[in-house]
């Protein structure tokens, strides 16, 4: 079934919203620093533009550095690694490696792409990493909103190779994950009523698609106890704030390793994706918490 128009229409006026919004968060950000080197515009897949990646890590490095694969939001219609480039290089500057790159959007293109993609960046880091510094063997997974959504079905899949096949992933290889980060996501796909078939997130989860990978979209049923321990974020005035309590207690409930954290009080709030704000002492703090969780599941050599 084609995307109807008034999908359509809804896609391109909320992207740009989004959009001013974004461009009016990071106007006169710097995107180069003197203590981080950048490698742009690399190629992990046949998808031309979007298939292309960055590598940003501490400069002057001779040994390894921890890896961040940074898996960007919007709603799989919209995002880019050109947007998160000031949040992936916050974290370089904070020591890490990390790989920031784009995905084939819909609703050119349906579930599972951009999981696809996601795995095969995956992949592409555990063949090439070490070209650029890149630990290998410290490696943890960031996602946002619908990178959340991505971030955990990999996660998902990197765990149990049942569900990498069923969904078409190829391997990550000698890659080993120890962690991730889960910021605003949206975790129950398959809950009644999440994904409507007006939805904008239906550009990307059709119907055809939602019947077809029916059980596959339960991700919930398919995590095993080797799921990478997460941190799990989200804020109080977030749209998608209930979803990261659902998540919480699906972790709870199944004694899985994990931290949750909810940001922003009634006087001072916080929204949807709000980390993304390099200005942002609340930000700040939320971005700093969550690279304490990353260092104390690093494993030296």
Avoid at 203 to 220: G, N, S, V, W
Avoid at 276 to 292: G, H, P, S
Wanted: net charge negative.
């Amino acid at each position: 079934m084609k995307v109807t128009q008034a999908v359509l229409d809804d896609i391109k006026r909320t992207t740009d919203q989004w959009r001013a919004s974004d461009e009016k968060r990071d106007a006169g950000l710097p995107t180069e620093f003197p203590d981080v080197k950048r490698y742009d515009n690399i190629s992990y897949g046949p998808a031309g533009e979007e298939n292309l990646l960055d590598v940003y890590t501490p400069k002057d490095v001779t040994q390894s550095v921890p890896t961040i694969i940074d898996i960007h939001g919007g709603g799989n219609v919209y995002g880019s690694k050109e947007l998160y480039q000031h949040y992936c290089l916050g974290w370089a500057r904070h020591g890490f490696g990390v790989v920031n790159f784009n995905y084939r959007l819909a609703p050119q293109t349906i579930f599972p792409g951009a999981l696809q993609d996601t795995a095969l960046v995956a992949k592409w880091v555990a063949d090439h990493g070490q070209d650029y510094h890149l630990d290998t063997n410290n490696v943890f997974i960031i996602g946002d909103s619908a990178g959340g959504t991505l971030a955990y079905q990999y996660l998902t899949a990197y765990a149990n190779p049942k569900y990498r096949k069923a969904l078409g992933l190829v391997s990550s290889g000698q890659l080993v994950v120890r962690g991730g980060a889960l910021n605003s996501g949206f975790y129950f796909v398959k809950r009644p009523g999440a994904i409507t078939p007006d939805s904008l997130m239906s550009a990307y989860f059709t119907p055809e698609m939602m019947q077809k990978y029916d059980q596959e979209l339960h991700t919930e049923n398919y995590v095993t106890p080797d799921f990478p321990p997460v941190f799990v974020m989200t804020a109080n005035h977030d749209f998608l704030h209930d979803e990261g309590v659902r998540f919480d207690q699906f972790l709870l409930d199944h004694h899985l390793a994990h931290r949750f954290a909810s940001f922003g009080t009634e006087s001072d709030p916080r929204e949807h994706v709000f980390q993304l704000n390099q200005r942002d002492a609340v930000a700040a703090k939320a971005n700093q918490q969550q690279e304490k969780f990353f260092r104390s599941l690093f494993v030296e050599k």
